[in-house]
């Protein structure tokens, strides 16, 4: 399943970031999600918290995903958000982002 696979992935990531940065507990997960990647980030959502509930370090992980705009260009000139119809010349235009997951930050909390 994609999906899975992407809940997993965000785990593994913020899990790797948190003993990097010995923590004892992670708090948000924040994660930006392309409009184009085609996943569905309310279903990551619940099956991050799948994950997570086997993971004592991530007992209180809030996974907060934000959906970012795509960006494309023509070959025109034109830049901008059009992913299917360039608005100067009608073209396909080509993307530049807007597929990708990633993690942008972990919030975490550290043994004083
Ligand atoms: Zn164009």
Known sequence: ???YSIAYDLYAT??????EHHATQVKKISVEVGKMAMVNPEQVAF??????SDDPLFK???LD???ADPQTTCT??????????CPDCGALPTLVRG???VVTNVE?????
């Open 99 to 101: 597929r990708e997951i």
């Open 14 to 19: 913020a899990r790797t970031a948190a003993l």
């Open 108 to 112: 975490i909390e550290v043994e004083d």
């Open 65 to 67: 995903c934000v959906e």
């Open 60 to 62: 209180k992980a809030v």
């Open 47 to 52: 099956l991050f918290d799948t994950i997570r």
């Open 1 to 3: 399943m994609h999906e």
């Open 76 to 85: 025109c000139g034109y830049s901008g958000t059009e992913v299917y119809v």
